[in-house]
Structure formats: C-alpha cells, structure tokens
C-alpha cells in the first residue's frame, strides 16, 4: 500500500482536525493524498478558509499543504489508509468516554475495504484498540483483521503551544498488527517524523507507553502541589525550594500548579480503569489524582484566608483571576481547573472576573456558564495570575495595584512575580 500511497493512487484520510489530527493531516498532506475528516462543519470551513481554529499553525502551513476537508462518509470512502485522532475524554464520573472514538470506528468501518489500514492515536487504555476498536471494525465492515484489513497504533505527542516540540522533531513510536502492518506504518510516518521512530513489539505496549507518559507526570507534579502545602505550612516558598534542590544533577524538574487539559488530568483515570477492571487498586495514581484535581479549590481557600485576614467581608469580595486555559499561550480551555477556582470563591459569596489573553468568552461561557470579561475594572480585593500567558509576564505591581482596592492580595500561581511584589500581600504556591 505504500508505494500506493506516495504515487497518490490511493488516499490517507485523518479522522479529526484537532490538536493532534490537523498537525498531523497538514504534514502528510505535503507529501500524500490526504482527506481531512470531521464532523464539525464550522471547523471544516475554517480551515478551508486556511484557517487553524486552535490557532496552533499558521496560515503559511495550511496554504503549503493539500487536503480534502470534509464531512462527507462517501468521500471519507475514498482513502485507504486511515488514521483516527479524535478525543479520549472522561465523564463526570472519571470514567473513560468512548463515544468519541467508537463513534469515529463506526464511521471508518462503514467505508473499510480489503487492503485497508487503520491506525488510531487517540489515547487509550491498553488493550482498547484490540478489545474495544478493533471488533466493532470487523463487526461492521464483516471483514476480518489482519486478514482482510490492517490495524496498527501510534499515540500522538502533540504538546499544545509547543513550538519547540513538534511533529517533525519528536521520535514517534509505531506499532502494528503484524509485521506488514508494522512496516507500512512506519513508512507512511517517517515521511513527516524526521526524528525517528520507535517500533513498538505490540499495540498494547505502543498504548501502555502513551499512558505512562502523562501519568509520570501527574504523579510527579501531584508530590510538587503536596510539597508546597507543606512549605506553605512553614512559611517557606516553594519555588525557592525547587531553586535550590535544582542544583542537583539528577533532580526532577517539575513545579506545583493546576492540571487540566486533555491529557495529564485524563489519562491517568484510563489506566486506573483499566487496574480496577484487573481487579488491582492503584494507589499512587489515584492520590496524585486527588491531589491534582484539588488543587483549585485549595488555591482559592488560601486567598479567601488572606482576605478574611485584611479584616475585610468575604461576602461581596472582588476577585479578578488572570488566565483560564489549561496551559499558558493556547486557547484550548477544556478540563481547565481554573473553574474550580471560581466555583469556589462564588461559593464563599465572592464576586469573580475572570479574564484571558488566548481564550475566547464565548466557548468559555458555552463550557464553564461564565464569560469572560475583557477590561477589568476595579478596585479588586485580590488577583490570581493563573496561567503564565507571555503578556502577563511583563506585568508590574503597579499594573496590579491600578486595578485593587486597600490592602490587595496577589496569588502567583507560578512564581512570576517572586521578589518584584513590595506592596501588596503576596502569596503563591
């Protein structure tokens, strides 16, 4: 199929245009046939506009490229080769939701020929492709796997606001049903991944590895937050800590902060699922969830504390919080725990503002049922730098000051302004 592949007799096709399918989609659309599928009419017609709706690529990258933007299944039925990016989202439950990518298997089994190749990236417990994916392709399409069709999986490492870190530079790792699966896989890859590749011996191992990544990560950031609970406690600053101990040549560089997003705050629970499913408990994976996902709620007591010590009325307090994506320099706001943030000060009666350089007000107000606003007015009580987005970098005390009242706080979530705040009563992690 390969060598099909590049003459452009046969189509590639990504299923999903977001943060990791269109990335993925513009690359191989440089050097295949590609259909770039979703199901999101708007999406489509801003890209065909050569626009990135996630204003992660710039319009010079989807003018150099060729694809077929659609929401068509008939022309989705012209490719051969098919890669399926879609979100792996939790529910309310913190349980894994599959919807999203069985509805996209459903979709690509409908069209699935003899000879075809399907390779997910979404993220996904192990086992998911094989025991989850998989049968519902051959339940469909009444062909059968590794006979028929090929399958294969290559977790995504997209990192959202990344410019250093990109599809081209980061070694990807591949994985196939069989050898002929393996081989064809790499080779459509290593067409746009010039960092190299990594073959995985299985699909669960190639799953297994994207899922440790994040939760490393999790777990080890969730022991920073633990950290800086106790270092608060003894009227330590964290950051002065991590200075130090940073030193050392083998010390892990990690910091305390929110975790959101689409993945640190998600994957892990795909793993824990799949342990309890094992009938195993997992119980460092599931405290450093805990820690993590109390973290807004702990960040907001400690301000409405700092309050209530200026002798003011927490009832009615002015509380402005910069920045509420999950990461600083994207837009992408889901699973952001700055919410969490305004949650709880609302439910101490405090009145919240919340404002963001990247995000916009109206998926904020569909998402979260709050806009944002877009020139604070004061005078606040407290300010809450969330999110380290580059034009708060440069901020001043007397920006801050400009906008509060008598005796204002300022939470520094992430050590911006360590050392630069003289007149204000200045807290962070």
Same mark, same amino acid.
């Given at each position: 199929?390969?060598?099909?592949?590049?003459?452009?007799?046969?189509?590639?096709?990504?299923?999903?245009?977001?943060?990791?399918?269109?990335?993925?989609?513009?690359?191989?659309?440089?050097?295949?046939?590609?259909?770039?599928?979703?199901?999101?009419?708007?999406?489509?017609?801003?890209?065909?506009?050569?626009?990135?709706?996630?204003?992660?690529?710039?319009?010079?990258?989807?003018?150099?490229?060729?694809?077929?933007?659609?929401?068509?299944?008939?022309?989705?039925?012209?490719?051969?080769?098919?890669?399926?990016?879609?979100?792996?989202?939790?529910?309310?439950? *913190?349980?894994?939701?599959?919807?999203p990518l069985l509805s996209a298997t459903r979709t690509v089994a409908g069209v699935l020929k003899p000879g075809d190749?399907?390779?997910?990236?979404?993220?996904?417990?192990?086992?998911?492709?094989?025991?989850?994916?998989?049968?519902?392709?051959?339940?469909?399409?009444?062909?059968?796997?590794?006979?028929?069709?090929?399958?294969?999986?290559?977790?995504?490492?997209? *990192?959202?606001?990344?410019?250093?870190?990109?599809?081209?530079?980061?070694?990807?790792?591949?994985?196939?049903?069989?050898?002929?699966?393996?081989?064809?896989?790499?080779?459509?890859?290593?067409?746009?991944?010039?960092?190299?590749?990594?073959?995985?011996?299985?699909?669960?191992?190639?799953?297994?590895?994207?899922?440790?990544?994040?939760?490393?990560?999790?777990?080890?950031?969730?022991?920073? *937050?633990?950290?800086?609970?106790?270092?608060?406690?003894?009227?330590?600053?964290?950051?002065?800590?991590?200075?130090?101990?940073?030193?050392?040549?083998?010390?892990?560089?990690?910091?305390?902060?929110?975790?959101?997003?689409?993945?640190?705050?998600?994957?892990?629970?795909?793993?824990?699922?799949?342990?309890?499913?094992?009938?195993?408990?997992?119980?460092?994976?599931?405290?450093?969830?805990?820690?993590?996902?109390?973290?807004?709620?702990?960040?907001?007591?400690?301000?409405?504390?700092?309050?209530?010590?200026?002798?003011?009325?927490?009832?009615?307090?002015?509380?402005?919080?910069?920045?509420?994506?999950?990461?600083?320099?994207?837009?992408?706001?889901?699973?952001?725990?700055?919410?969490?943030?305004?949650?709880?000060?609302?439910?101490?009666?405090?009145?919240?503002?919340?404002? @963001?350089?990247?995000?916009?007000?109206?998926?904020?107000?569909?998402?979260?049922?709050?806009?944002?606003?877009?020139?604070?007015?004061?005078?606040?009580?407290?300010?809450?730098?969330?999110?380290?987005?580059?034009?708060?970098?440069?901020?001043?005390?007397? @920006?801050?000051?400009?906008?509060?009242? @008598?005796?204002?706080?300022?939470? @520094?979530?992430?050590?911006?302004?360590?050392?630069?705040?003289?007149?204000?009563?200045?807290?962070?992690?």
């Open positions: 199929m390969f060598a099909e592949l590049i003459k452009k007799e046969k189509k590639a096709a990504v299923i999903g245009l977001g943060y990791v399918g269109l990335p993925l989609a513009v690359e191989l659309g440089r050097k295949l046939s590609v259909i770039g599928f979703d199901i999101n009419e708007q999406r489509l017609e801003q890209l065909r506009q050569g626009n990135d709706p996630n204003k992660e690529l710039p319009v010079s990258a989807l003018a150099e490229t060729s694809i077929e933007y659609t929401s068509s299944v008939a022309k989705l039925a012209e490719a051969s080769f098919f890669i399926i990016a879609v979100p792996t989202p939790i529910d309310t439950h *913190n349980e894994p939701d599959l919807q190749c399907v390779v997910y990236e979404s993220t996904v417990y192990p086992g998911c492709t094989e025991e989850d994916c998989v049968p519902l392709l051959e339940q469909i399409s009444g062909l059968k796997a590794g006979r028929d069709f090929k399958y294969g999986y290559s977790p995504e490492r997209i *990192n959202p606001g990344d410019k250093e870190h990109t599809l081209r530079n980061t070694v990807k790792i591949v994985s196939g049903c069989d050898a002929d699966a393996c081989e064809c896989i790499r080779r459509v890859y290593s067409l746009v991944v010039e960092a190299g590749l990594h073959v995985a011996p299985s699909v669960r191992v190639a799953e297994a590895a994207k899922i440790i990544e994040n939760t490393q990560r999790d777990v080890n950031i969730a022991l920073m *937050n633990e950290l800086s609970i106790i270092f608060d406690r003894m009227g330590i600053n964290t950051y002065d800590v991590l200075d130090a101990a940073g030193t050392k040549w083998n010390f892990l560089h990690f910091s305390p902060g929110l975790v959101g997003g689409h993945c640190i705050g998600v994957d892990p629970y795909y793993l824990v699922y799949k342990a309890k499913e094992l009938q195993y408990h997992p119980k460092m994976i599931n405290s450093g969830r805990f820690v993590n996902d109390s973290m807004g709620r702990y960040i907001a007591k400690k301000i409405v504390k700092k309050i209530l010590a200026q002798g003011k009325n927490i009832l009615g307090a002015r509380v402005l919080i910069l920045g509420v994506t999950f990461k600083e320099n994207v837009c992408d706001i889901r699973n952001t725990k700055v919410v969490d943030m305004v949650s709880e000060f609302q439910d101490f009666g405090a009145r919240v503002d919340v404002m @963001d350089a990247c995000a916009s007000s109206e998926d904020v107000q569909k998402a979260y049922g709050f806009p944002l606003v877009e020139h604070p007015e004061g005078p606040y009580d407290a300010i809450v730098v969330a999110v380290a987005h580059t034009p708060y970098l440069s901020l001043t005390e007397d @920006d801050f000051l400009s906008l509060s009242g @008598d005796k204002p706080i300022l939470g @520094d979530l992430k050590g911006i302004y360590r050392g630069r705040i003289h007149r204000m009563i200045y807290w962070s992690l």
